[in-house]
């Protein structure tokens, strides 16, 4: 499927050899950065300032679903950027306005609240669990559950939603009231989810902690106890959601509705923003002066995610996701099934894959030769595993092209004994 349209593109003159780190030494040091500088990109590729060009097998961690420099999301930033960028929320506009309208139809969930990242989508989140069961009167419901391996922001909120002390060390205090279950484990949810959690926070897939779908038995259960003590079931979509799963939202293929699904990342394919879709009964929980963001739904990001609807709209979408995913699936089942010490089947659903990589055998090893030595980019999540959130545009050829890739990298890479 042509989802991308080759267009001739005035090329940015390369410096050949720009050294990297050492160019930019005003950046703060808080980011391990690997020793390339990324030029710009087209497609399912990236090129770096050498003019060296990488299949891109991370899309700016599951951001950009319909690859970079998609002709018409270009297109619809430059048409707002030059019409209207920015009003504040004193005042309606059409852009947040008409995007509002679509997620709530596709959704079912009928009110959104727009900010501008991921963390803010689950701050937003949390605060509105807690101030609507302050509404409701129901003071002892004030409890965030959340899972183990779960990623939900580095914010104070949002980090302590995230149940790995790896991200909270130092940082301390952590706000209270904030506790942990086992994913995937129904008995012990049913016993954490009581009458003292103000919502339950879950990822559909888990992505930092190394791509883990939920169970849907686990989902069901979430929603059955929910619906039992009031509190909110919140679905963190960042990652999982805008088709990356094969279809819009990750619930629809979890098959369980929840309260409020945060979104992100992939939303406007590449520019800053986050959402809350916020089912009906739940709306009431922020009301006028209780939450905001000066720049949360403003037009140029919003026009870019419309766009970004519309695009799927024109295609086959899901079905493409589904088709290719599959494929990338079965070549990284066959590399784990050649080897078995080293690897593990994969995990995942749709194009949000992961590769575990068995010790002492590390999945961060193979990511520095598989972009220098075969100009592929992948990535390691947490539990040593690969993680693979490609441009959802990724042919069946470009998947092929990858996975050969990648074949050579784990030879070359094992041969030389890591
Ligand atoms: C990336 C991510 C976040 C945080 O999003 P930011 O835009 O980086 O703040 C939260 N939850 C999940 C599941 C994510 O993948």
Redesign the pocket.
Same mark, same amino acid.
């Given at each position: 499927m042509a989802f991308f349209r080759e267009t001739a593109t005035v090329v940015a003159p390369a410096r050949p050899g720009a050294a990297h780190s050492a160019d930019h030494p005003h950046l703060l040091a808080n980011y391990a950065r690997a020793p390339i500088t990324i030029a710009r990109g087209e497609g399912c590729e990236l090129i770096d300032t050498t003019g060296k060009r990488y299949l891109d097998l991370v899309a700016g961690? *599951?951001v950009c679903a319909l690859g970079h420099a998609h002709p018409r999301i270009t297109a619809a930033i430059a048409a707002q950027a030059a019409t209207l960028v920015q009003a504040s929320n004193l005042f309606h506009h059409e852009p947040s306005g008409m995007l509002a309208n679509e997620l709530a139809e596709r959704s079912g969930l009928e009110r959104v609240f727009f900010c501008n990242?991921?963390?803010?989508?689950?701050e937003a989140a949390i605060k509105l669990a807690r101030k609507l069961q302050y509404r409701r009167g129901r003071t002892d419901q004030r409890t965030i559950l959340s899972c183990t391996g779960s990623?939900?922001?580095?914010t104070y909120g *949002?980090l302590a939603a995230t149940a790995n002390t790896k991200y909270h060390e130092g940082f301390e205090p952590i706000p209270e009231r904030f506790a942990y279950t086992p994913f995937n484990d129904v008995a012990a949810l049913e016993a954490a989810l009581d009458e003292t959690v103000a919502a339950f926070i879950v @990822?559909p897939v888990? +992505? @930092?902690s190394g791509v883990k779908p939920a169970t849907h038995e686990f989902l069901a259960a979430a929603r059955r106890r929910c619906d039992a003590t009031g509190a909110l079931l919140i679905f963190?979509e960042?990652? *999982?959601g805008m088709g990356r799963l094969g279809t819009l939202f990750a619930f629809q293929t979890a098959g369980v509705r929840p309260d409020l699904v945060?979104m *992100?990342?992939a939303l406007a394919n590449g520019l800053?923003i +986050?959402a809350v879709l916020i089912d009906s009964a739940a709306a009431s929980g922020l009301q006028p002066g209780d939450h905001g963001a000066t720049f949360g739904g403003s037009p140029v990001p919003c026009a870019a995610a419309m766009e970004h609807l519309r695009i799927r709209d024109d295609s086959a979408f899901d079905a493409h996701v589904v088709a290719v995913g599959a494929r990338l699936r079965a070549g990284l089942d066959a590399i784990a099934a050649d080897r078995p010490d080293v690897f593990a089947p994969a995990r995942g659903i749709g194009l949000m894959l992961g590769l575990p990589v068995r010790e002492p055998f590390s999945a961060a090893s193979f990511v520095g030769p598989a972009r220098d030595g075969e100009g592929l980019l992948i990535n390691a999540a947490g539990d040593n595993t690969l993680r693979f959130v490609p441009p959802l545009i990724i042919t069946a050829a470009q998947i092929g092209d990858a996975l050969a890739r990648l074949r050579r990298t784990f030879a070359r890479t094992l041969a030389a004994g890591t």
């Open positions: 961690i *599951a990242s991921g963390t803010e989508a689950n990623f939900h922001g580095r *949002a @990822e888990q +992505g @930092e963190d960042i990652q *999982a945060t *992100a990342k800053p +986050g």
